[in-house]
């Protein structure tokens, strides 16, 4: 009996502590780091030497791989344990419609969003100047690309929504999930925190575009 239980036993240990892992990452380094991503960005208010100073920066190459190993990896990680998670757990809407329920929903789809939004921003903006051309991302190119090209400005407004509801609101499944609020009072604290989270990242995410946009020529 006890060594039929037992590959269930380690299966479910191995699942939490894969849980665990995944969603520390997803704080920090990757939440910290989406912060910190935007705020740069709103350098674009200060012109082109602003931004590129703040984002593109001339780097050391040593940096570069800091940050591919700092950011690049743990969103690998959290990535492969997400793609796991959306196949082998359900949302329940169709049984259940409280607002908790839309919200963990709203969670899995932003996560499949937020997924083609940074497979294609990662590639376009990262890999392709630096390592297929030779140069980082200029401040020209992308501001000319928000004003012109209506697909690009469509992509950014809809994939960083996506990333600042996937981020607020896993901050709070991220609390419930660490037992950091476990009381109605807390969790509505929490709750009011999310809002105004989600709020921040949003207004950062969408002013930084707002400038790129005004900054085309
Ligand atoms: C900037 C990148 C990302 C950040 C900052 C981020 C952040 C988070 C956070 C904070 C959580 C909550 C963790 C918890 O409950 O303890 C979460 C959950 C999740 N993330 Fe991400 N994430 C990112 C990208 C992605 C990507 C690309 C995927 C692709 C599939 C993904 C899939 C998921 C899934 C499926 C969940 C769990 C939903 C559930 O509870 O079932 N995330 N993420």
Redesign the pocket.
Known sequence: MSTAAQPETSAHRRDFFQHKIA?VL??AP??VW?VWHLWSNLAAFGGASAWEEAVTGTRHPVTTLATMVVVLLP?GI??LW??K??TT?RPNNDRYTFFGNLR?LL??LS??G??LF?GAHIFLAFIKPRFLEGRPEPFADIAHEMRFHGPTLVVYLLGTLG?AY??AN??Q??AM?WGLATTSRALKRVEAATFAFFALLLAMSWGAIYALHQAGV
Do not use: P
């Open positions: 969603s997803a704080i990757l939440g989406t969103l959290h990535t997400g793609l998670r959306l757990s963990y969670q899995r996560a499949v937020v997924l940074l990333v996937h981020l896993g901050l499944s991220f999930g």
